[in-house]
């Protein structure tokens, strides 16, 4: 049996980088509110890409703003969700980015060979500027599943 990935706050990620030093990192982000099958695919699919898949995990904070409504899992409930998940490695949680260039600095420190993305992401442009800037490779692992998502799943149930 697969043990749990690690749970890290971003403040910390400096303690792991010797954890990533001869692994083939994929990074993959997101807010994973309520975990369904596209989030699922995409992990699945991230994964192959290399040998340690990383999921940097937005915070509360991030999806009341950018979402516009609270979420239903805290940050701390949702990493443990993606912990257990056996294709994941590592959930870096987050602090509040409120720009480009914080996350920019994110991609810089974490350092991944690759970012795994679902076609279409709104950030697709800054992903790519971010990982071409340090040598990695931009890769779109999976369409965008319009059937499954988060906002989807709540109204069924409103």
């Known amino acids: 049996m697969k043990k749990t990935a690690l749970i890290i706050p971003y403040s910390r990620i400096d303690s792991y980088k010797k ?17 369904h099958f596209g989030h699922l695919q995409f992990l699945k699919k991230a994964k192959v890409l290399g040998n340690y898949l990383i999921v940097v995990l937005e915070s ?46 994110m991609v810089k420190t974490i350092n ?14 800054n992903k790519r ?9 931009l890769k779109i692992v999976t369409p965008l599943l319009k059937k499954f998502s988060t906002r989807k799943i709540v109204s069924v149930f409103n």
């Open 19 to 35: 954890l990533l030093k001869d692994k083939k990192t994929v990074l993959v982000g997101g807010c994973f509110d309520l975990l």
């Open 60 to 105: 509360d904070e991030f999806i009341k703003k950018n979402k516009r409504e609270s979420p239903i899992h805290s940050q701390k409930e949702r990493a443990e969700v993606l912990s257990a998940i056996n294709v994941v490695d590592l959930v870096v949680n987050l602090p509040y980015f409120s720009s480009n260039k914080e996350y920019s600095d």
């Open 112 to 125: 991944p060979n690759i970012v795994a993305v679902t076609e279409g992401d709104p950030q697709l442009n």
């Open 129 to 137: 500027k971010q990982i071409e800037e340090i040598g990695g490779k």
